[in-house]
């Protein structure tokens, strides 16, 4: 849930000041809706945005944070676009569970959600700062390692009998760092050795199988994905074309499914004259064996060693094999 109030949108003229909001309310509009919120009714200077309904997303903490960040940056803009506009903003942002209106509409007077999540975003947004963003521990745990945070003082909310901590976000991370800080992968073998399963089955029938993972977000679907395709990377240079291409992304398809023939569909004339088979008996191996028992044959990638297969006519473990790349994300911020 994110609150945002645009304090000193106000004026003599109340008809020339929706005339001067109407653009900025636009803006702020889209850029909510950019980052998959559902923004309200705009009163004012005021607007309150749902992330996660209709439509819910497993990282919607975040969607959350790096829209009020945008409209941070956006409504530095307004008093350019309009000298009549230099308004402070401030933004609250709270996860929790709330009751949302679409479609039939809210009762007359109700806004867009109800809930304590509710008073929370909108207590959060009245103790921030001018131009900052404040967000709840529970939106602070969800999103520490994509957004940085500056703890603050905890905030006493109205209606709340203790103070609550309260962090103010100051920047996102680039979203390609982000991904690579994960948390070690617990728990979930039996769910990964089905899809594995599903894979190996692809492989061995060389037929088309669809896995749909269902759940609610934020429980690790997308991460459960990524962690079929880690752990494996396919080094095999193509040999066409003087070698320029590579081990191009999709080149070991053929090699999982054991067929090296020239004739095969588009990968065939690519594999040159002497594609090795023991790769692709090796890779076709290790999906077997992964599917069947949940151990490819090597130590599984953790954020210690990072250890990864490197498949190619000579195939060997290689711990953090990316290093140099996640080295050059460090410096951007």
């Known amino acids: 849930m994110l609150s945002a109030e645009f304090a000193g949108l106000s004026g003599p003229d109340p008809e020339l000041l929706r005339v001067v909001l109407a653009p900025p309310h636009g803006r702020v509009r889209a850029e909510l809706e950019r980052f998959g919120g559902t923004a309200g009714r705009l009163a004012g200077g005021a607007v309150l945005a749902v992330f996660g309904a209709p439509v819910a997303h497993e990282d919607d903490p975040d969607r959350a944070v790096r829209a009020g960040l945008r409209v941070l940056e956006v409504a530095g803009q307004f008093g350019h676009d309009s000298p009549q506009l230099e308004p402070v903003v401030r933004i609250g942002v709270a996860t929790g569970e709330a009751l949302v209106s679409f479609g039939t509409g809210p009762p007359e007077g109700a806004s867009l959600a109800q809930g304590h999540v509710v008073t929370v975003a909108v207590g959060l947004q009245r103790a921030a700062g001018a131009g900052t963003v404040v967000v709840d521990e ?6 520490r390692r994509t957004i940085e945070y500056e703890a603050l003082e905890a905030c006493l909310l109205e209606g709340e009998p203790q103070a609550r901590p309260a962090w103010a976000a100051r920047r996102a991370r680039p979203q390609a760092l982000a991904k690579t800080a994960l948390t070690p992968f617990v728990g979930r073998q039996h769910e990964l050795a089905l899809l594995a399963t599903v894979r190996a089955s692809v492989a061995e029938e060389q037929l088309p199988r ?44 053929p090699f999982v499914f054991g067929n090296l023939s020239k004739d ?3 990968f065939g004339p690519l594999l040159g004259d002497d594609p090795p088979q023991e790769l692709a008996a090796a ?21 210690a060693c990072r250890a990864t297969m490197r498949f190619n006519t000579t195939s060997q473990v290689i711990d953090d094999p990316r290093s140099w790349e996640r080295a050059l994300w460090q410096g951007i911020r």
């Open 283 to 303: 890779i076709h191996a290790a999906w077997i064996a992964f599917a069947a028992t949940g151990n490819p044959g090597w130590p599984p990638y953790d954020l």
């Open 138 to 143: 529970i939106t602070m745990s969800a999103t």
């Open 264 to 266: 095969a569909p588009i």
């Open 210 to 253: 669809l896995a749909a993972i269902v759940g609610e977000a934020g429980i690790g679907k997308t991460r459960l994905a990524d962690e079929l395709i880690r752990r494996m990377e396919f080094a095999w240079p193509s040999p066409v074309f003087g070698g320029r291409l590579g081990a191009f992304h999709g080149l070991e398809i």
